[in-house]
């Protein structure tokens, strides 16, 4: 028996077989279906997908063998992962000096052998798709032909199993960076609250103790400081309420939209706004206070961005095979067609003040989005003919 050397570039080969973390993995139905292949079209008893480790031959997926795994210094694919020809035969291991005495041989009488090297698209030989039979063979040219073709796709296979699992430690490294971000989000956020309180108390000391007229240096000032004050308690609460939205999406309960929009009414009574419901809906196993919460938001952006002395929401709902649909009409300022997806992102904003002279914090309806998609829906906007805005969200079912 000669044991067959190692291929040039050897440890760069076992980095590269490594990273597609497919040694030790359970058998798989797409391997197997390829071996089953290969052992019906050759006709043999024996047919593997194996990779070739340090020191030992791993068996991916086998047919007609019991083990898992063979020493590499033994192993018939040692041999052909070195040839350069397209697949490497041995018709009568029994006749050749390579395999002679090899326990292969004597204990499991692999006398024929046919192994077609899986090359990666680098070049690199991580194994081969491999058929073995009691007895000498030849194989014909159509056979070689076939086997060639399903070692190509065993390697396919090799390929899409690595971009799967580059594409989960990648979006398992998004998920690290997003929680560290919005436990660094929260933090900053609640820790800033507290000296905006101060702030705010302080600013109306101010007030109790310096009354001034209209007009006054100092009226000014302390009015620009109470607007900043607003504005920045405005960002921290929406940062808050941006990053507990994941927070409301657990508990589910049924109910109706007759009874959310009766809640929302009531938050919103003290506001000169009407509110009427066109038609009422059952809801099922939903987020009650997330569906509150986006109406809710979807109400404060009609108010706010109204120039009308009473402004009005109409709401309505309709149900698909998949989702309940809900939409709310409006009669506000209305939003201009190339801001209507961007007002939906994080801190973006069309720029435009509130009917109170602010500006919005980019939070909101960044919130509202984020809802409605953990509730497996979607949301849109469009003009609204009367003037106004439409907002279209759903929810699945």
Sequence with gaps: MIEAE???GESQRLEVLKSYNLLDTLPEE???????????ICNTPISLVTLL???RNFLKSRIGVDI???PRNISFCSHAILTKEPIFVVEDARLDDRFKNNPLVEEFKAIFYAGVPLRNPEGYALGTLCVYDHKPRVLSEEQKDALRDLAKQVVLLFEAHRKNNDLIAIQEELEKRNTRLEDFSRLVAHDLKSPLVSMEGLLNLVREDFPQEEGTDLHMYLKHLDTSAKSMRNYIDGLLAYYKSDELIDNKENTTLKEIVEDVKHLHQANDVSIELINNMNLTNISKV??????TNLVDNAIKYNNDPNPTVKISSQTDHKHFIITLADNGV???ENKRELIFELFKTTGT?????????????ATVKKLVNALGGEISVSSNPEGGSIFTFSIRR
């Design 290 to 295: 997330a569906v509150e919460q986006i109406i």
């Design 53 to 55: 480790d340090a020191d």
């Design 334 to 336: 209305g939003i201009p």
């Design 6 to 8: 190692k291929p040039i």
């Design 68 to 70: 898992t795994e063979s």
């Design 353 to 365: 003040k509130d009917r109170f002279g602010n500006k919005g914090s980019g939070m909101g309806l």
């Design 30 to 40: 797409a391997y197997d279906t390829a071996t089953r292949l290969a052992a019906q």
